[in-house]
């Protein structure tokens, strides 16, 4: 009988943030241990519920959404989407047929680099990054090279590090702006940077925005693709956090800016994007409501908002630990802290956050599982109330006023 084995294509994939250390969790779990789950940035299961107008609009049209839609999306959903890009976010010249919506950003993302990347081809990738970038690189024969963001500089991209990276190889660059793992919101002088070297070496942006609403302190999100007109820009975005209705799968990319070199491209996408019939129509149906309903996003991260009191909780007491350190994130609600290798002789990151699995039953997820190089890191998603929050701080104190790796 002949053995079926793993695809080739999977042996260099590295998806480590569903990897051993989960798995061990769900071992756990399923023989009665309760686990804290700080890796996972699904709001429901820590008491986020969607807004009203949201449930409403999805119950009055189910009935209206049996079938399904054209490949790219309902239409009232990309018009909806079309006005948020061009009065929201001052991208010029988008149109409901430069939009795309799918089955959340992780489909689109994959679609995006199947369509474009051939053997040999190269795409930039920040480090620390959301590893499915990566991993969607990979898959589609490519090859992801690894720029550096900068800890010293409030997580920024280093553009002298990207600089060095580019080659005749490269066909584009991923800008995670807020980003995940860090927490981080980019400068318009470092994106403008980022900007101007994609048009000057012939790169196409590949924005991951879907962050943009949950920024915090009175900062501004700025869409890269202002910034980049003369040079296609794929912006990708979603509701899955801003509107908390992960479940909901509901995302979308937009086309801008110079399309006239990536007809072939373009063509790929449509035929891919046809190739799957259309992303689900229930919540796509949702989407013209969604991006009108935002005072309760607004709410969660002002001060006073739940979201914005666990940023200043998680902070305050991360940066009170000895042995750890962290710069306060901007946006999103991940915190990436430092932890002193030398003190806790820590050589593995990922035994580390085993151990911390194993000993006080809380799940973090560790920097190389988003392509940190150095065992030095490890996220946090700050999604608990604060009471739960504080126990998982004070419990995780308490592990490192003993711990040697």
């Given at each position: 009988?002949?053995?079926?084995?793993?695809?080739?294509?999977?042996d260099?994939?590295?998806?480590?943030?569903r990897?051993?250390?989960?798995?061990?969790a769900?071992r756990?779990?399923?023989?009665?241990?309760?686990?804290?789950?700080?890796?996972?940035?699904?709001?429901?299961?820590f008491?986020?519920k969607?807004p009203?107008e949201?449930?409403?609009?999805?119950?009055s049209?189910?009935?209206?959404?049996?079938?399904?839609?054209?490949s790219?999306?309902?239409l009232s959903?990309?018009?909806?989407?079309a006005?948020?890009?061009t009065?929201?976010?001052g991208?010029?010249?988008?149109?409901?047929?430069?939009?795309?919506t799918?089955?959340?950003?992780s489909?689109?993302?994959t679609?995006?680099?199947?369509g474009?990347l051939?053997?040999?081809d190269?795409?930039?990738?920040p480090?620390?990054?959301y590893?499915?970038?990566?991993a969607?690189?990979?898959?589609?024969?490519?090859?992801?090279?690894?720029?550096?963001?900068?800890?010293?500089?409030?997580?920024?991209p280093?553009?002298?590090?990207?600089?060095?990276?580019?080659?005749?190889?490269t066909?584009?660059?991923?800008?995670?702006?807020?980003?995940n793992?860090?927490g981080?919101?980019?400068?318009?002088?470092?994106l403008q940077k980022i900007?101007?070297l994609?048009?000057?070496?012939?790169?196409?942006?590949?924005?991951?925005?879907?962050?943009?609403?949950?920024?915090?302190d009175?900062?501004?999100?700025?869409?890269?693709?202002?910034?980049a007109?003369?040079?296609?820009?794929i912006?990708?975005?979603?509701?899955?956090?801003?509107?908390?209705?992960?479940?909901?799968?509901c995302?979308?990319?937009?086309?801008?800016?110079?399309?006239k070199?990536?007809k072939g491209?373009?063509?790929?996408?449509?035929?891919?994007?046809s190739?799957r019939?259309c992303?689900?129509v229930?919540?796509?149906?949702?989407?013209?409501t969604?991006?009108?309903?935002t005072?309760?996003?607004?709410?969660?991260?002002a001060?006073?908002?739940?979201v914005y009191?666990?940023?200043?909780?998680?902070?305050?007491?991360i940066?009170?630990?000895?042995?750890?350190?962290?710069?306060?994130?901007k946006?999103a609600f991940?915190?990436?802290?430092?932890?002193?290798?030398?003190r806790?002789?820590?050589?593995d990151?990922?035994?580390?956050?085993l151990?911390?699995?194993?000993?006080?039953?809380?799940?973090?997820t560790?920097?190389?599982?988003?392509?940190?190089?150095?065992p030095?890191?490890f996220?946090i998603?700050?999604?608990?109330e604060?009471?739960?929050?504080?126990?998982a701080?004070?419990?995780l104190?308490?592990f490192?006023?003993?711990?040697k790796?």
């Amino acid at each position: 009988m002949k053995t079926i084995g793993k695809s080739k294509k999977l042996d260099n994939v590295c998806y480590d943030i569903r990897g051993p250390v989960m798995d061990e969790a769900e071992r756990m779990e399923a023989l009665g241990e309760s686990i804290l789950k700080l890796n996972i940035g699904n709001p429901a299961p820590f008491g986020f519920k969607a807004p009203e107008e949201i449930i409403k609009k999805i119950e009055s049209s189910l009935t209206q959404t049996e079938g399904y839609s054209t490949s790219k999306g309902l239409l009232s959903a990309r018009e909806a989407i079309a006005k948020y890009c061009t009065q929201v976010k001052g991208i010029e010249g988008v149109t409901v047929n430069d939009i795309y919506t799918g089955n959340g950003v992780s489909e689109l993302i994959t679609m995006s680099m199947q369509g474009l990347l051939d053997k040999g081809d190269e795409i930039l990738v920040p480090s620390p990054d959301y590893p499915l970038w990566t991993a969607s690189v990979t898959l589609a024969g490519g090859t992801a090279v690894h720029y550096i963001c900068d800890e010293s500089s409030d997580w920024q991209p280093d553009i002298d590090d990207i600089k060095k990276k580019i080659t005749p190889n490269t066909k584009g660059i991923v800008v995670i702006n807020p980003n995940n793992p860090t927490g981080a919101l980019y400068s318009k002088d470092v994106l403008q940077k980022i900007a101007d070297l994609a048009t000057e070496n012939g790169m196409i942006i590949f924005a991951d925005e879907i962050y943009d609403r949950l920024v915090m302190d009175g900062e501004e999100h700025i869409s890269i693709a202002t910034l980049a007109p003369d040079t296609l820009t794929i912006t990708y975005n979603g509701l899955s956090k801003s509107h908390l209705i992960a479940g909901y799968r509901c995302g979308w990319m937009t086309l801008c800016g110079n399309k006239k070199n990536v007809k072939g491209y373009i063509e790929g996408l449509n035929l891919l994007s046809s190739m799957r019939l259309c992303s689900n129509v229930p919540a796509q149906s949702v989407i013209e409501t969604a991006l009108s309903a935002t005072e309760e996003t607004k709410a969660l991260i002002a001060p006073g908002g739940r979201v914005y009191e666990q940023r200043e909780l998680i902070y305050n007491e991360i940066n009170s630990i000895p042995g750890l350190s962290a710069v306060k994130p901007k946006a999103a609600f991940y915190i990436f802290p430092k932890i002193d290798t030398k003190r806790f002789n820590i050589k593995d990151d990922e035994q580390f956050v085993l151990d911390l699995l194993k000993d006080k039953k809380i799940l973090l997820t560790h920097g190389g599982g988003f392509h940190w190089e150095n065992p030095d890191h490890f996220r946090i998603v700050y999604l608990p109330e604060k009471t739960q929050l504080k126990k998982a701080v004070d419990e995780l104190r308490d592990f490192l006023s003993y711990y040697k790796q």
